[in-house]
């Protein structure tokens, strides 16, 4: 939805007497749909593909598998993904600000993590490195 028919949504809404929390609510982007979790998602996935050691061809496959990036995306999301996975260093941090999106029983938290591990043992192996 773009942010011009958002707009429009809460301006039919103010006129149809929905009070003013309730309109700023629905212009509420939520988190998972944000720049910055998007950001943290990727850089997350390619610091578990690089967590043994190398980034294989199927964890990349693995990361495409499990997180969706529409095509027009592919190329911003390939560079965010390849500078990320020159180090595990900095995970903490993208871990935290997805963290700090969501309380801790978000199912949201529980699809990353699921996905981060499909991205960890595509390699055939669970590596301690991609535990921790």
């Known amino acids: ?9 809460a301006l039919s809404a103010l006129a149809a007497g ?3 929390a ?3 609510e629905k212009l509420r982007t939520p988190p998972e749909r944000s ?6 998602v990727i850089a997350l996935g390619a610091k578990m593909a690089k967590a043994d050691g190398m980034v294989t061809r199927n964890a990349v496959s693995a990361f495409r598998e499990v997180f969706y ?3 027009e995306a592919e190329e911003n999301a390939a560079t965010v993904f390849n500078m990320a996975r020159t180090d595990v260093a ?3 941090e993208y871990a935290g600000t997805v963290a700090r999106m969501f309380d801790e029983t978000h199912t949201t938290l529980f699809d990353l993590m699921e996905g981060l ?3 960890a043992v595509a390699d055939g192996e669970y590596h301690p490195a991609e535990d921790d």
Not at 35 to 40: C, E, G, L, P, S
Request: glycine fraction near 4%; charge should be negative; hydrophobic fraction near 60%.
């Open 1 to 9: 939805m773009s942010i011009w028919t958002r707009i429009s949504d």
């Open 18 to 20: 929905e009070s003013l």
């Open 22 to 24: 309730v309109v700023f």
């Open 35 to 40: 720049v910055a979790f998007t950001i943290a």
């Open 69 to 71: 990036i529409p095509q």
């Open 90 to 92: 900095g995970f903490e």
């Open 117 to 119: 591990i499909v991205i």
